[in-house]
Nanobody, 125 residues
Framework: QVQLVESGGGLVQAGGSMRLSCVAS????????MGWFRQAPGKEREFVAA????????YYGDSVKGRFTISRDNNKNTVYLQMNSLKPEDTAVYYC??????????????????WGQGTQVTVST
């Protein structure tokens, strides 16, 4: 059973930084791509970032490019999302996600099969 547990959310002022972590368990972490999504109240769940199995390829949503960085540590079964220059519009619940297929990297919500419980990020003005 794949489990994803996010941590690191909270309240931060605009312009600040925050790092989210997601620990995965239940299968061999290093053979699966990982992704981050977010969902603000009343909005669809939005793609934020994705990373390939070894971390050599990364992809970002247009709204976070240049500000967010996704990374992973396969020795710790953990994927990270470093968020810099945060804006109030980044306020959302952030979800870690994983696909069911090995080596498969997706950029849309329906390409992921496993989801964490989410962690709230609130950016104040």
């Amino acid at each position: 059973q794949v489990q994803l547990v996010e941590s690191g959310g909270g309240l931060v002022q605009a312009g600040g930084s925050m790092r989210l972590s997601c620990v995965a368990s239940g299968r061999t972490f290093s053979t699966y791509a990982m992704g981050w999504f977010r969902q603000a109240p009343g909005k669809e769940r939005e793609f934020v970032a994705a990373i390939s199995v070894r971390g050599s390829s990364t992809y970002y949503g247009d709204s976070v490019k240049g500000r967010f960085t996704i990374s992973r540590d396969n020795n710790k079964n953990t994927v990270y999302l470093q968020m810099n220059s945060l804006k109030p519009e980044d306020t959302a619940v952030y979800y870690c996600a994983a696909p069911d297929r090995k080596y498969y990297l997706g950029l849309t919500r329906n390409q992921y099969d496993y989801w964490g419980q989410g962690t709230q990020v609130t950016v104040s003005t």
